[in-house]
């Protein structure tokens, strides 16, 4: 760890304050207040150091040495140095890039145009990955066009560098320090943590071992995390939807959990032979000045998945409702209403405005409806017909297999 240079020690009526200044100011960042042990730490930070030294060092100025007291010191010092470190007051050096794990076995996938390498244990990885396997023939090449390496370790995580809090929720907690973001998986037994790059180029994750249904289920997902982390810094982003094939084009259904887009794209399936693509999860982007979709592995409980690309026709966003109806939709709320459906990380400012860029680029190339709907037939022929209204297609619809 080492100080923020555009932050001040300085007395305020005989009180020291630490206070920002230069692009700190410009970035609204906030001075801390702090009494006379805290100057004492902040002068021993005057270069660099790790928190084992900066606790050797304060002992030995406060005189402490009882394993007691000084357990109460560290845990003092680490409350302190978090605090620093959640108003930038104090950064981690570049040199505290997430350490790199032995890499095992390695096999390549081939997923949105991006190329993943997979170091470890074979057992560990999920056979929803094998369909996006690289064949023989490309294997020569991916190394040198890899775009992110994974890296599953049994060993016991690095010590944890003090980062600032992102995001807390019961499946997944995110902490930036100046490098990389460290993810932990609360609800999981098996995952301790993973270390994910900022650039997206790189991430480790460290679990324990056997290679259970339980370990694979869960690594499974946390991957999924690394992976639309570096497809959303490729201006792509996972929507949480099914999709079907449609005179050539795909259209996705969306709606919040239980809201039965499953149902309604199997309603297409069943009436009419139109082929499901993907049943829980579409990765869009904008390629060629084309909106288009990209197959991922996530799936959800569907199974469905397909591992190529399709031009996006548009998005259907779905509402239970008593009986079928379409909503009229301004341009802001559509955009809004495919924000929220939207499952790629969104831990900063950054990727907030990147993300809202991209819709803005993306609502004017597709179509975009609100359907309010029963599990029926006449649900389906609602949208149908506005679809081929939209699209200039004759109403009559063949099997597309």
Known sequence: MKRNPEYILTYLSDTAYLLPYGQMIASRRHGIRLNETGVTIWNLLKRPMEMKELLALAAEIFGITDKGQLADLRKDLEQFVFQLSAYGIIEEPPSSAPPAPLEKAAFYLRIAGLTLKLCGNPEAFSKELMPFLLPEEALSFADARTDLTIVVSEEEPP?????????????????????????LFPASFVLKEAHLTKDGSRAAYYCTPPYDADLVYDLFHAIRIAFLHLAAKRGMYAIHSASILYHGKAWLFSGSSGTGKSTHTGLWNKYYGVPVINGDLNLLAIENGRAQIHGIPWCGTSGICDAETYDLGGI?????????????????????????????????????????????????????????????????DLIKEAIDAESGTAASITSEH
Not at 175 to 180: A, D, G, S, V
């Open 159 to 183: 010590a944890r560098e003090h980062g600032r809090y992102l995001l807390r929720d019961p499946q997944l907690c995110v902490y930036e320090t100046l490098t990389h973001y460290i993810l």
């Open 316 to 380: 259907v966003l779905l509402k239970q409702t008593p009986e079928n109806r379409l909503f009229p939709l301004t341009d802001d709320e559509k955009q809004l209403l495919v924000l929220q459906r939207l499952i790629s990380p969104l831990w900063n400012e950054p990727m907030m405005k990147e993300m809202l860029s991209f819709i803005g680029k993306l609502s004017g190339k597709i179509a975009t409806f609100r359907l309010g709907c029963t599990i029926s037939q006449e649900a389906v």
